[in-house]
């Protein structure tokens, strides 16, 4: 379990990076994967990027080992990064070799809210443009506040279109502290809020964790997506979901990694809408492309995006993943029907899709909320 691995680090003054928000229920053999990334992705990056070596299972049995524990090689090709977020459909990983950093030692902690999505995104484009580098800088929009409302800090302007929740990690405490309180004189929202402790800093930080959380006690159904377009393109992202809704009559939220793009619109429906859903998600994965984005961030592709691989990457490497898939895996057992584009995604599908889960008082299906 991914927050295992990290809570063992801990112990010894060192953690694991790549924190998704499913990471007390997701395996460290998922989020390779898939190449999870997490809210800390920002600063720290994704798990491709602590993954240095790997134990691999080939189709035809044949156990190949792959990096290790060196810092640099520059000796062949870079088989290992092949097999990370290849979706289980190269190779089985049997042992991964992750790479740890040291713990920081201070955190600093600051809600800041806007009165429009598009105020919030040009903040985070400001901040990064002024050389901030914050270890999370997580998005809420209007629908997903009214979700989460109760975690709020009491008196924050109900009125606000979208919440920023940024943190700044170090172990100088008085450079991690001044850090966080200039980001947020950039940042220049309508409302803001700085943790002067731990327990305010893990208050804040409730109304995000508590997302997932909330939308299982939901008597609707639910469906997580995973998109990713530049951060000077999110308000128009989050606009265009919340015109979506508008059309659809879909309940669709969004929060996400707005410090690098990466958003998770979530469909909420009843049984009886669900013949919507999948129509919803393909306008979403469309207007992500369109924006210069891509259609999976951290989930992989699975049986739902497939249809959509060649139109992020085009009919060329489509063809080079394809000839590389049939190298590897040429009788196709290895998680089949996965990545490349067979026969339109429809609602048969809705029970692969990442993030759905049906009736949500239930156990769900699949661990990886990915939320």
Not at 100 to 124: S, W, Y
Not at 260 to 287: C, K, M, W, Y
């Amino acid at each position: 379990i991914t927050a295992s691995l990290d809570r063992a680090a801990n112990e010894h003054g060192l953690m694991y990076p790549p924190d998704p928000a499913s990471l007390e229920m997701s395996t460290i053999g998922g989020n390779v994967a898939c190449n999870s990334g997490g809210m800390r992705c920002v600063k720290y990056g994704v798990t491709a990027d602590y993954v240095t070596g790997a134990t691999v299972v080939l189709a035809d049995g044949r156990v190949m080992r792959l990096g290790g524990k060196l810092r640099k090689r520059a000796s062949g090709y870079r088989l290992l990064q092949l097999f990370v977020g290849s979706e289980g459909t190269l190779g089985i990983i049997t042992e991964v070799i992750v790479k740890l950093v040291p713990l920081p030692r201070f955190r600093a902690t600051a809600m800041v809210g806007f009165a429009t999505v598009e105020e919030a995104g040009a903040a985070v484009s400001r901040s990064l443009a002024a050389g901030h580098f914050p270890t999370a800088i997580e998005i809420l929009d209007r629908g997903s506040l009214e979700l989460v409302r109760d975690k709020l800090p009491p008196g924050f302007e109900p009125t606000l279109q979208a919440v920023l929740i940024v943190e700044q990690d170090g172990n100088d405490e008085e450079f991690v502290r001044l850090d966080l309180m200039r980001m947020v004189e950039v940042l220049d929202g309508a409302d803001n809020r700085i943790a002067q402790s731990s327990l305010e800093r893990d208050k804040l930080w409730d109304a995000r964790r508590s997302y997932g959380k909330v939308l299982m006690a939901m008597p609707k159904n639910f469906f997580a997506e995973d998109v990713a377009v530049p951060i000077a393109e999110m308000p128009e992202m989050i606009r265009r979901v919340q015109e979506l809704a508008r059309q659809t009559g879909l309940r669709i939220v969004t929060v996400g990694h707005a410090g690098d793009g990466n958003l998770h619109p979530t469909i909420l429906f009843t049984d009886e809408q669900r013949h919507l859903v999948s129509h919803a998600a393909a306008q979403i994965f469309r207007d992500a492309l369109s924006l210069g984005g891509s259609v999976s961030a951290e989930h992989g592709l699975g049986a739902l995006k497939r249809d959509f691989a060649e139109q992020e990457h085009g009919p060329i490497a489509i063809e080079l993943m394809r000839k590389m898939k049939a190298v590897l895996d040429p009788d196709g057992i290895l998680n089949p029907h996965k990545i490349f584009p067979e026969q339109p995604a429809t609602d048969e599908f809705l029970n692969a899709m990442p993030g759905w889960m049906p009736n949500p008082n239930r156990r769900p299906r699949r661990a990886e909320l990915g939320l």
